[in-house]
């Protein structure tokens, strides 16, 4: 059985890297992992516990990279856990989409020969620098003017440089609307490219439709806008990037197939024509690529009705489960008699003293959950762990890695082969 490693997991970009998963971890070593009942079994742990499931990563990853017609880039920021990264790299990831010095140092280390994209449209004059001195970064994204010339002096106008334009796309149905923040409008992306075509040795253009998008012709549309910011600039662009935004299941939400997705991207990209003077495709999935590598065990502390407080939250791990009200697959793990056959819907409440730290679900689980027993939420690997903060002292997490299948299996992905 694997140890149990106590760590806090409030900066996983500060702490060491262990190195102890192998690059290449085959079925066989998947096979030799605990069972998360195994080891709340031995271990009886009263401190959140993220299990990670190396093989499902790897797997999730390897069914992204064959279905997507071009180069994946995975988006760090989603899930920056070393052991997450080498799942990934196992899998065929080999460019990472970064957006922090922290999170460039830490793919360099990883991974010496990884191509690196600061695909950050707001940076800092240092960060520029060092990304592109110390850390052999070439690809910057951007949304104004001023960024670019940002760029420009950081760099020097030194050779090799790569400069994307971050174009705001029409709207999509999704989780989490990321257009208010960044992104040219189309006009100002024209300008901004004929400006980036004269000094960088490639040009493109990257998009983000948000995050959890339900909806696969989105990424059409996006795609023709950008095709004609393009034709409009008179550039030719080497790169069209359709960034992040794929979704996976969640209980009750099951998205259209990953081929859908795939289909409406590879017809929408040979309509535009780009691909005839070479341009290529990428894309900078985050969620897709870690959600079902993860789960989360908690401990329930106490009930009240339908409601169970447990020892994670809204500051920890479940900050999804709050505000944005997502609700995660839910699993009781309980050691020594039989669970309630009828399920109960229940809210939880997370361990600091902050009122806002409820989550409304409802987690279905057995009408009888309560003190002492364990719950196992899956689709924890996008944005659980990364989000997860000091306040009331509840940083204490243990990782462990295990081989169960996961929780949910999202269409398209080929997840169940794998897990033993
Ligand atoms: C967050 C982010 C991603 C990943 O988004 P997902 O919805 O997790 O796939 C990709 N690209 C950029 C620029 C991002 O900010």
Redesign the pocket.
Known sequence: MSELRHRSAVSPLRRAVTGRFADRRGVRANQRLPLIDEIVRAHRPEDPMHCLRPAVLAAAARSFVAAFPGEVLY?V??NPEPAVLRALHAGGVRHF?C?SPAEIRLVRQLFPDAEIHY?HPVKGRAAIREAWVAQGVRDFSFDSMAELEKILAETEGQPGLGLFVRLVPPKAETMYD?SGKFGAVPAVAVELLRRAAAVAERVGICF?VG??CMEPAAYARAIALAAEVARESGVRIDVLDV????PVSYPDVTPPPLADFMEQIADAFAATGLADHGCRLWA?????LVAPGVSLVVQVQHRRGDELFVNDGVYGSLSDAGVPAFRFPARLIRLDRAAAQEQTGFAFFGPTCDSADRMAGPFHLPADAGEGDWIELGQLG?YGGSLRTAFNGFDQARLVEVRDRPLLETPGYDLIAIAA
Not at 243 to 246: K, L, T, V, Y
Not at 284 to 288: D, T
């Open positions: 988006a920021k989603c989409d957006a695909m990321l983000h995050s959890q960034g992040g935004g794929f900078e999935p985050g969620r897709a996008a």
